[in-house]
T-cell receptor
Framework: DVKVTQSSRYLVKRTGEKVFLECVQD?????MFWYRQDPGLGLRLIYF???????EKGDIPEGYSVSREKKERFSLILESASTNQTSMYLC???????????FGPGTRLLVL | QKEVEQDPGPLSVPEGAIVSLNCTYS??????FMWYRQYSRKGPELLMY????GNKEDGRFTAQVDKSSKYISLFIRDSQPSDSATYLC???????????FGSGTRLSIRP
């Protein structure tokens, strides 16, 4: 079974803090993705990576950066957290970008 | 027009009913079609996926793809209260940089 894990289920941070969200997959997938999910807005793609040290902007990259130093690990970084980044963050991985993705359990981030 | 359209619901049906969830799409290049189930405050869980047209059955779940009409469906037979969740359709193709998700349908099964 594909396993995607995320470092935290719940996080509470203060405005202006630097926030790291980590994701690890165990299926040797080339592609990894970060989404945020908000009520009424559905899943929105923040960034994705198709190889180690490679990254591409998704639909809403502003205020975020990513790091992929190892194939199995993909990190999302909020350089200076703001209240409008309060959301559910979901990591996913897949063999190829346009095919079936497998999701982690999500991190619910609250920025105060 | 969105690439993928999905009725957000909510849809409420009695236990034991047959449920039909649907999505329409506009991009004829899509070849991979997925259904995800998402319980409240959890990540989406892959329920079924199909490649190209046709039907696929897995227990009480049947996924159907009609590429000529650009329409996909998920049928749930003998629905159970544990099926209450949000169901997301998604689709893509091997040359695409990402998959496209529907907005999700909230389903509630009444005991």
């Amino acid at each position: 079974d594909v396993k995607v894990t995320q470092s935290s289920r719940y996080l509470v941070k203060r405005t202006g803090e630097k926030v790291f969200l980590e994701c690890v997959q165990d299926m040797d997938h080339e592609n990894m993705f970060w989404y945020r999910q908000d009520p009424g807005l559905g899943l929105r793609l923040i960034y994705f990576s198709y190889d180690v040290k490679m990254k591409e902007k998704g639909d809403i990259p502003e205020g975020y950066s990513v790091s992929r130093e190892k194939k199995e690990r993909f990190s999302l970084i909020l350089e200076s957290a703001s209240t409008n980044q309060t959301s559910m963050y979901l990591c996913a991985s897949s063999e190829a970008p346009g095919v079936t993705q497998y999701f982690g359990p999500g991190t619910r981030l609250l920025v105060l | 027009q969105k690439e993928v359209e999905q009725d957000p619901g909510p849809l409420s049906v009695p236990e034991g009913a047959i449920v039909s969830l649907n999505c329409t799409y506009s991009n004829s290049a899509f070849q991979y079609f997925m259904w995800y189930r998402q319980y409240s405050r959890k990540g989406p869980e892959l329920l079924m996926y199909t490649y190209s047209s046709g039907n696929k059955e897995d227990g009480r779940f049947t996924a159907q793809v009609d590429k000529s009409s650009k329409y996909i469906s998920l049928f749930i037979r003998d629905s159970q209260p544990s099926d209450s969740a949000t169901y997301l359709c998604a689709m893509g193709d091997s040359s695409a940089s990402k998959i496209i998700f529907g907005s999700g349908t909230r389903l509630s099964i009444r005991p």
